[in-house]
């Protein structure tokens, strides 16, 4: 599996950015997570292959969008209301599993992109 991230970069708290992550294979959940500097990588979104349905943290909730394209091979992450706790390293994550209500990420890991929110 080839992941190629995009997107990121740097805006002021209450701006929007958008990520996007192509996998060389369709029909498969993907997601996306974060890592800042210190602190463990974390679950930011989560799509599943069919896009219909989606997780999201409850700190993103309400204004981060995860949606993917028509192709199922590209996904995206609509970034709104930026904080400057959003700042951190987001990683796309291909093929993760589901156990109960916890994602599990798989070894797929597309390379990050760095998002820093000023405030």
């Known amino acids: 599996v080839q992941l190629q991230a995009s997107g990121g970069g740097s805006v002021q708290a209450g701006g929007s950015l958008r990520l996007s992550c192509e996998a060389s294979?369709?029909?498969?959940?993907m997601g996306w997570y974060r890592q800042a500097p210190g602190k463990e990588r974390e679950l930011v979104a989560r799509?599943?292959?069919?896009?219909?349905?989606?997780i999201y943290a409850d700190s993103v909730k309400g204004r981060f969008i995860i949606s993917r394209d028509n192709d199922k091979k590209t996904i995206h992450l609509q970034m709104n209301n930026l904080k400057p706790e959003d700042t951190a390293v987001y990683y796309c994550n291909f093929g993760s599993n589901m156990a109960g209500s916890r994602v599990q990420p798989s070894v797929y890991w597309g390379q990050g992109t760095q998002v820093t929110v000023s405030s």
């Open positions: 799509i599943s292959g069919d896009g219909g349905t989606t």
């Open positions: 294979v369709s029909y498969t959940a």
